[in-house]
T-cell receptor, first 114, second 114 residues
Framework: AQSVTQLGSHVSVSEGALVLLRCNYS??????LFWYVQYPNQGLQLLLK??????LVKGINGFEAEFKKSETSFHLTKPSAHMSDAAEYFC????????????FGPGTSLSVIP | GAVVSQHPSWVICKSGTSVKIECRSL??????MFWYRQFPKQSLMLMAT?????????EQGVEKDKFLINHASLTLSTLTVTSAHPEDSSFYIC??????????FGDGTRLSIL
C-alpha cells in the first residue's frame, strides 16, 4: 500500500524567503511522485513530477523537488516566495509506470506574508 | 496544454433532488476520467474511475447507486448525485487522462444541498 504524509498543515513564509514544503511517502514499489497546487475553489495544477532518472526535478513557477529514496522524501522548494504562491499544495504518489491510482497527501496551506 | 472543463462550477439545490455534473476534455480524448470528492480543508479522495464505454469502478465505501457515473464519449463524463442530502455537500473534482499520461484536473464543482 502507498501513502503520503505532509509535515505541517500550514506553513507561513515572508515574501522573498525560501519555501520548503515537506513530503514523505511510503511505497513498496518504485513510485511516481507529484506536487500539485490548488488555488481557492479551483482544481489541481501539476507543479512537477518525478518518474525516473534525475532525482532533482524542476517544475513551473520556479518550484523544484528532490527525490531522496533513502529518506523516502520528495520535498518541494522555491528560493524566493511570491505573494501569488499562496495556495494549497498536495504531494501525491502513484505506482511507478502508472498515473492512474494517485494517492494524495493531506495538503499544506502556504501563506506568504508581505 | 490539456484543458478539462467542469460544469457547473457551483450548484445549490434542495434536499432530495438529483444533480448532474459534467466533465469535458476540451482538446484531447480522455480514455479515462476520474471523480474525486474534497471536503473543506481536506485532501482529494478518489470516488471512481471510468473508462469510455465501460462501467465505472467505484472505490470502497462509495455508493454506486448514489453517485451515477456515465462516460459515454472520449470527451465527456458525467456524475449524477441522486437524491442529494446535506451530507453530500462537498467539492467534486474530475480529472481526465489519455493513455499513460498524467491526469489533468477540472476546476471543480461546489455542491451545496439545503
Amino acid at each position: 500500500a502507498q501513502s503520503v504524509t505532509q509535515l505541517g498543515s500550514h506553513v507561513s513564509v515572508s515574501e522573498g524567503a525560501l519555501v520548503l514544503l515537506r513530503c514523505n511517502y511510503s511505497s513498496s514499489v518504485p513510485p511516481y511522485l507529484f506536487w500539485y497546487v490548488q488555488y481557492p475553489n479551483q482544481g489541481l495544477q501539476l507543479l512537477l513530477k518525478y518518474t525516473t532518472g534525475a532525482t532533482l526535478v524542476k517544475g513551473i513557477n520556479g518550484f523544484e523537488a528532490e527525490f531522496k529514496k533513502s529518506e523516502t522524501s520528495f520535498h518541494l522548494t522555491k528560493p524566493s516566495a511570491h505573494m501569488s504562491d499562496a495556495a494549497e499544495y498536495f504531494c501525491a504518489v502513484s505506482v511507478s509506470g502508472s498515473y492512474d491510482k494517485v494517492i494524495f497527501g493531506p495538503g499544506t496551506s502556504l501563506s506568504v506574508i508581505p | 496544454g490539456a484543458v478539462v472543463s467542469q460544469h457547473p462550477s457551483w450548484v445549490i439545490c434542495k434536499s432530495g433532488t438529483s444533480v448532474k455534473i459534467e466533465c469535458r476534455s476540451l482538446d484531447f480524448q480522455a480514455t479515462t476520467m476520474f471523480w474525486y470528492r474534497q471536503f473543506p480543508k481536506q485532501s482529494l479522495m478518489l470516488m471512481a474511475t471510468s473508462n469510455e464505454g465501460s462501467k465505472a469502478t467505484y472505490e470502497q465505501g462509495v455508493e454506486k447507486d448514489k453517485f451515477l457515473i456515465n462516460h459515454a464519449s472520449l470527451t465527456l463524463s458525467t456524475l449524477t448525485v441522486t437524491s442529494a442530502h446535506p451530507e453530500d455537500s462537498s467539492f467534486y473534482i474530475c480529472s481526465a487522462q489519455t493513455g499513460a499520461q498524467p491526469q489533468h484536473f477540472g476546476d471543480g464543482t461546489r455542491l451545496s444541498i439545503l
